[in-house]
């Protein structure tokens, strides 16, 4: 019998499971694909001579991590590497909103934009290298973070404090509006919290705008040599050197409750795994109360809020083999790995309204990715291993468009909306789509059957809004792994800090069952001492 069972090895149920075999912990670790990392894979699907990252590419968050640095993955094989730019933000008119990890480089680029940007620009930076330290530890541990939030809130003070403070929770617009004259850094920003589902007038947006590009200006967005599921494979090899048990194409149907504990799991075919002190899920929320844990294991108010769990937007997303380099019209955006793909500000608003308004975007909001730009083994010298994902509705009511597209996303929509994809990266770089060999689309419902945690496609496990962070995250006061059910804790994005490729809901979870198992044996052994003092014995 293991110690604990983890379902699912995504990165953070890998972490996890890490972690607790560093604690001496055995491990079974159970898997619904053939084979292990969640959204962190890479095939050759497009075509046999390229590499395709299947979902997640770029890892900012990771390389920012103190948990991954601290499991020594590059001891069991991880490398990275960096693209000559970190990302660009191009415009029709071929200028250019440059991001690099040499900050001169990227204030010489806003000043282009506007005189005296760049200047701003080293100013934001300034602020992140100040606070930087403890806004990481506040973000990759347990919420809530008292140590790092309490330094955190020294530091504010002297930097500004409550000013500071209204500039993190100010819409991105805003904050761009009161930083920069020109375009250039307002674009950066808010591309930027377009990784999420963070409109450019969602309040909040412009502290994740700003945290994204400073993690961008500090870390980069590097890449695994070799393709995404190279992390996923020293995560693995990890593992294994430390005895743990990775079982691929088994499904958890069930989490095994008895008076009121995790016990065990079972799954699809009608296997019990028991687990002898926890079970750890790195399944969304929603699969998690009321699926794979019985509704009358659950408190009322825990399944009343669960009606009211929001999901950050659905992806859809195209991979490319291209017989050559893009051809940009602004030639600045030929060295960046990331390429963020609107007209201005003013088109991210539309964009964001019109998922708002369930509406199919006809100029959708594009991240592009260039993968042998960022990593030269993933295709042929000359050619391009690229991809791109934009939003749409999780429900669709109209096609912006006007080609009537419903949401159903079969064969014929798919192509649709694949074409569209491709326009609107052509408005950028004329001449793409000639250079395309081969394609394959990733719709909706194909990323949720390759990865069920992508339910409907969505990316970060539930909104990054303010309403669902923090101790809202997952469901109202609560932003910890533990849940109603002992021994049970929730190990994926769905639990504080949230999306993004970085551990730490893993290892939250992790320590949360370790220290849960250290203060229950310690009571067992302070009531056994208690009754032998009843008795007269020595102690």
Same mark, same amino acid.
């Given at each position: 019998?293991?110690?604990?069972?983890?379902?699912?090895?995504?990165?953070?149920?890998? =972490?996890?499971?890490?972690?607790?075999?560093?604690?001496?912990?055995?491990?079974?670790?159970?898997?619904?694909?053939?084979?292990?990392?969640?959204? =962190?894979?890479?095939?050759?699907?497009?075509?046999?001579?390229?590499?395709?990252?299947?979902?997640?590419?770029?890892?900012?968050?990771?390389?920012?991590?103190?948990?991954? %640095?601290?499991?020594?993955?590059?001891?069991?094989?991880?490398?990275?590497?960096?693209?000559?730019?970190?990302?660009?933000?191009?415009?029709?008119?071929?200028?250019?909103? =440059?991001?690099?990890?040499?900050?001169?480089?990227?204030?010489?680029?806003?000043?282009?934009?506007?005189?005296?940007?760049?200047?701003?620009?080293?100013?934001?930076?300034?602020?992140?290298?100040?606070?930087?330290?403890?806004?990481?530890?506040?973000?990759?541990?347990?919420?809530?973070?008292?140590?790092?939030?309490?330094?955190?809130?020294?530091?504010?003070?002297?930097?500004?404090?409550?000013?500071?403070?209204?500039?993190?929770?100010?819409?991105?617009?805003?904050?761009?509006?009161?930083?920069?004259?020109?375009?250039?850094?307002?674009?950066?920003?808010?591309?930027? /919290?377009?990784? *999420?589902?963070?409109?450019?007038?969602?309040?909040?947006?412009?502290?994740?705008?700003?945290?994204?590009?400073?993690?961008?200006?500090?870390?980069?967005?590097?890449?695994?040599?070799?393709?995404?599921?190279?992390?996923?494979?020293?995560?693995?090899?990890?593992?294994?050197?430390?005895?743990?048990?990775?079982?691929?194409?088994?499904?958890?149907?069930?989490?095994?409750?008895?008076?009121?504990? %995790?016990?065990?799991?079972?799954? /699809?075919?009608?296997?019990?795994?028991?687990?002898?002190? %926890?079970?750890?899920?790195?399944?969304?929320?929603?699969?998690?109360?009321?699926?794979?844990?019985?509704?009358?294991?659950?408190?009322?108010?825990?399944?009343?809020?669960?009606?009211?769990?929001?999901?950050?937007?659905?992806?859809?997303?195209?991979?490319?083999?291209?017989?050559?380099?893009?051809?940009?019209?602004?030639?600045?955006? *030929?060295?960046?790995?990331?390429?963020?793909?609107?007209?201005?500000?003013?088109?991210?608003?539309?964009?964001?309204?019109?998922?708002?308004?369930?509406?199919?975007?006809?100029?959708?909001?594009?991240?592009?990715?260039?993968?042998?730009?960022?990593?030269?083994?993933?295709?042929?010298?000359?050619?391009?291993?690229?991809?791109?994902?934009?939003?749409?509705?999780?429900?669709?009511?109209?096609? %912006?468009?006007?080609?009537?597209?419903?949401?159903?996303?079969?064969?014929?929509?798919?192509?649709?909306?694949?074409?569209?994809?491709?326009?609107?990266?052509?408005?950028?770089?004329?001449?793409?789509?000639?250079?395309?060999?081969?394609?394959?689309?990733?719709?909706?419902?194909?990323?949720?059957?390759?990865?069920?945690?992508?339910?409907?496609?969505?990316?970060?496990?539930?909104?990054? /809004?303010?309403?669902?962070?923090?101790?809202?995250?997952?469901?109202?006061?609560?932003?910890?792994?533990?849940?109603?059910?002992?021994?049970?804790?929730?190990?994926? *994005?769905?639990?504080?800090?949230?999306?993004?490729?970085?551990?730490?809901?893993?290892?939250?979870?992790?320590?949360?069952?370790?220290?849960?198992?250290?203060?229950?044996?310690?009571?067992?052994?302070?009531?056994?001492?208690?009754?032998?003092?009843?008795?007269?014995?020595?102690?």
């Amino acid at each position: 019998m293991p110690d604990a069972v983890v379902i699912g090895a995504g990165p953070n149920g890998l =972490v996890a499971a890490n972690l607790l075999a560093d604690a001496g912990w055995s491990v079974d670790v159970l898997e619904e694909q053939p084979e292990p990392g969640g959204a =962190v894979r890479h095939d050759s699907g497009v075509d046999p001579d390229f590499v395709s990252d299947v979902f997640s590419s770029f890892y900012p968050l990771a390389a920012a991590s103190p948990v991954l %640095a601290g499991l020594g993955l590059t001891e069991h094989g991880l490398r990275w590497s960096h693209a000559p730019h970190v990302l660009a933000h191009p415009l029709s008119d071929g200028t250019c909103a =440059v991001l690099d990890r040499h900050v001169d480089t990227t204030a010489a680029s806003l000043d282009v934009f506007a005189s005296g940007d760049g200047a701003a620009w080293r100013r934001l930076h300034d602020v992140w290298e100040s606070l930087r330290r403890d806004i990481l530890d506040a973000l990759f541990t347990p919420f809530p973070p008292v140590r790092a939030t309490a330094r955190l809130a020294a530091r504010l003070h002297s930097a500004g404090g409550l000013r500071l403070a209204r500039s993190l929770v100010l819409p991105v617009r805003r904050l761009g509006e009161e930083e920069f004259r020109g375009a250039g850094g307002r674009l950066l920003l808010a591309g930027n /919290a377009l990784h *999420a589902d963070l409109a450019p007038e969602a309040a909040g947006s412009g502290g994740y705008g700003w945290l994204m590009s400073m993690l961008g200006q500090t870390y980069g967005f590097p890449v695994p040599v070799g393709g995404s599921g190279a992390l996923t494979d020293a995560l693995v090899r990890r593992l294994r050197a430390r005895g743990g048990n990775l079982r691929c194409g088994r499904r958890v149907s069930r989490v095994v409750v008895r008076d009121r504990r %995790a016990v065990a799991v079972r799954t /699809a075919d009608g296997e019990t795994v028991p687990a002898r002190r %926890a079970v750890l899920a790195d399944v969304s929320l929603p699969h998690l109360y009321g699926g794979l844990v019985g509704p009358e294991h659950l408190p009322a108010q825990v399944l009343d809020d669960l009606e009211r769990f929001q999901w950050d937007f659905a992806t859809f997303k195209v991979d490319w083999a291209l017989d050559g380099p893009v051809p940009w019209r602004a030639g600045e955006a *030929a060295g960046a790995g990331t390429v963020h793909l609107a007209d201005g500000v003013d088109e991210l608003t539309r964009f964001a309204a019109q998922i708002a308004m369930g509406q199919v975007p006809d100029r959708p909001f594009t991240l592009f990715g260039q993968m042998t730009t960022a990593d030269p083994c993933r295709s042929p010298r000359g050619t391009e291993s690229a991809w791109a994902y934009t939003h749409v509705p999780h429900d669709v009511r109209a096609d %912006a468009g006007d080609e009537g597209l419903t949401g159903g996303w079969d064969a014929r929509e798919q192509e649709i909306m694949a074409d569209r994809v491709e326009r609107q990266v052509e408005r950028f770089a004329p001449g793409f789509r000639s250079l395309v060999r081969a394609r394959r689309i990733l719709a909706p419902p194909t990323l949720q059957s390759l990865d069920a945690n992508l339910h409907g496609g969505a990316i970060n496990g539930g909104t990054t /809004a303010l309403h669902q962070q923090l101790f809202f995250r997952p469901v109202p006061g609560t932003g910890r792994p533990e849940t109603p059910v002992a021994g049970l804790f929730l190990a994926s *994005a769905g639990a504080h800090p949230g999306g993004g490729v970085h551990g730490a809901p893993g290892a939250n979870a992790a320590r949360a069952a370790l220290r849960r198992h250290f203060l229950s044996g310690r009571t067992r052994l302070q009531r056994m001492l208690a009754g032998r003092d009843r008795t007269g014995a020595k102690r």
